[in-house]
């Protein structure tokens, strides 16, 4: 069981950038796959990219890609979403999440156990 807590939300320029951050405390959090997902109001919840335990694979949605990065530092049991070139399209709240991926692949909400109460990102215009 590992707890989650995301930071770095807040109100940003389109084409400005932002970085969240999850810190984890618990046990084995080297051993989880970690995500981001996002929801937008009046909207599913979506995902948004992942990476794998080790940090060798990374995953992205189409409409995040090229500009969003994901990464991980296990020795601060920390995960990262740097937010490079923002659209107001990207205003939701975004949610750290915790889990195991198969081999195919690391996007299903499904794959992913434990998540953080979320943080704020609103993208003006």
């Known amino acids: 069981q590992v707890q989650l807590v995301e930071s770095g939300g807040g109100l940003v320029q389109a084409g400005g950038s932002l970085r969240l951050s999850c810190a984890a405390s618990g046990r084995s959090f080297s051993s989880y796959a970690m995500g981001w997902f996002r929801q937008a109001p009046g909207k599913e919840r979506e995902f948004v990219a992942s990476i794998t335990w080790s940090g060798t694979n990374t995953y992205y949605a189409d409409s995040v890609k090229g500009r969003f990065t994901i990464s991980r530092d296990n020795a601060e049991n920390t995960v990262y979403l740097q937010m490079n070139s923002p659209k107001p399209e990207d205003t939701a709240v975004y949610y750290c999440?915790?889990?195991?991926?198969?081999?195919?692949?690391?996007?299903?909400?499904?794959?992913?156990?434990?998540w953080g109460q979320g943080t704020q990102v609103t993208v003006s215009s």
């Open positions: 999440a915790a889990g195991y991926c198969p081999g195919y692949g690391c996007y299903d909400q499904r794959f992913f156990h434990s």
